[in-house]
């Protein structure tokens, strides 16, 4: 499967590098191994992900999408975090399991995919493994994860393309992302749970409410009930936390009005299967701390 790696197009960007040489396309990611920048348990996703005894989050260095206010950017714009074999991420999965988690939560993914698949046939682990991307995904990549992959945490950021374009430089993210998300529907089917609340398959949709992009987020949402009605989950997140240099309407933390608007806004048009965030969730004690030797 590394044989992807050699002329890369695994993602929407299709730098064409030969990461085996050692050359790295947007992603930063070069070589066949992965970077791991944190394995830990996670306690602050979804409810039905991170349960009681958290969920088994494995952070991967580097990002394909590259967004300007990433909260991650310390990982994300560069290569960052310890160098593992796939050999050494199987033994990660099973680490985790041994910890007691409910899932193995694979964060910003998307440059490795060749790499965790494999890790994921030799780990033998009895969990589910849970994928949780920007969206920016090809639907053809993303088909290497059937049998694999029955989770799907995935953003939903834009409708704007001229918005995905002056904050990740992506301006066919609406277009792509609405592929990506019609083949993660495929392959999870209809959302599972155990006996404890965790889900075991199916579909949540993250999407952040940006400060002053209001009107963008509630065009997502009525995009994604229109789409998918109560057949994926919808989480609406104000947790945005403005990171150093930004500058306008990304300087500050969405105001409460803004994001009642939005809420008021999914529940008027009928969406049922969501989740909203209360308190004080802006704040830079949710950015996980990272092993970046």
């Not at 950017?73 to 910890?99: K, N």
């Amino acid at each position: 499967m590394t044989e992807l790696l050699k002329n890369c197009r695994l993602c929407p960007r299709q730098c064409g590098v030969d990461r085996l040489s050692g050359q790295a396309g947007r992603c930063h990611a070069t070589g066949d191994t992965v970077r791991v920048a944190r394995v830990a348990p996670h306690y602050w996703e979804e409810p039905c992900v991170s349960g009681e005894r958290g969920s088994g989050a494995v952070f991967f260095g580097g990002c394909n999408l590259g967004c300007v206010y990433c909260q991650n950017s310390r990982i994300s714009r560069s290569a960052a975090g310890r160098e593992m074999t796939v050999s050494e991420l199987s033994d990660s999965f099973r680490r985790l399991e041994a910890d007691g988690v409910h899932n193995i939560n694979l964060v910003t993914p998307t440059h490795y995919l060749p790499q965790i698949c494999m890790a994921i046939d030799s780990a033998g682990v009895h969990l589910p493994y849970v994928y949780n991307t920007s969206g920016y995904e090809l639907a053809q990549s993303l088909e290497l994860l059937r049998g694999r992959v029955g989770v799907f945490l995935t953003d939903f950021k834009y409708a704007d393309s001229r918005l995905a374009d002056s904050l990740s430089s992506a301006p066919d993210y609406p277009r792509v992302a609405t592929d990506a998300l019609d083949k993660m529907v495929d392959i999870a089917g209809d959302a599972r749970f155990d006996d404890d609340g965790i889900m075991q398959r199916g579909v949540i949709v993250r999407h952040l409410v940006l400060p002053g992009h209001s009107d963008d987020s509630m065009r997502v949402i009525e995009h994604l009930y229109d789409r998918y009605g109560d057949s994926i989950y919808i989480s609406i997140m104000n947790q945005y936390t403005p990171m150093d240099g930004m500058a306008g309407e990304l300087s500050r933390k969405v105001g409460e009005r803004e994001y009642e608007r939005v809420i008021d806004f999914a529940v008027g048009i009928g969406v049922e299967n969501g989740f909203i965030q209360e308190g004080e969730t802006a704040d830079d004690s949710f950015i996980p701390s990272f092993d970046l030797e």
